[in-house]
């Protein structure tokens, strides 16, 4: 008997995460995730646009400004990895990258090459497309 009540809440237990993981990926719209990982789970989304629009009005500010295609990003994740890897660039002041746009805006302390920023892209395990400047 008391076999079967541990049995019957190990079972509820899994059931339960398993209702919870398919409320985070299904409502939550964490589904999708980058290649690095493999699952979302770990994914900062909240906070994912607020983040965005707080470094875009940095980003304004700046005199120089260049934008990147950027494609393969699928989550949160993979737009911290492109704005850390860009940010990792002497010369980039702060970077935002975002999914919806597939590209990331750079702010630049000072000119960086085309070929620099690409690099940096690549590193981090995405395509890099063109590289336009802002005005």
Do not use: W
Not at 43 to 57: A, G, L, Q, V
């Amino acid at each position: 008997m008391i076999a079967t009540v541990i049995l019957g809440v190990i079972v509820a237990a899994i059931f339960g995460v398993g209702i919870y993981n398919l409320y985070s990926n299904f409502f939550k719209g964490t589904s999708t995730c980058c290649k690095t990982s493999g699952s979302c789970a770990n994914c900062p989304m909240s906070k994912t646009h607020d983040n965005y629009r707080t470094r875009i009005e940095a980003i304004e500010k700046f005199k120089l400004k260049k934008v990147i295609d950027v494609e393969g990003m699928t989550c949160e994740r993979c737009t911290a990895a492109v704005s850390k890897a860009l940010e990792s660039i002497e010369g980039v002041a702060i970077a935002a990258a975002s999914v919806e746009k597939q590209s990331a805006e750079v702010a630049l302390d000072f000119g960086v090459s085309d070929e620099l920023l690409k690099e940096a892209v690549r590193k981090a395990g995405y395509q890099p497309g063109s590289v336009l400047p802002v005005n």
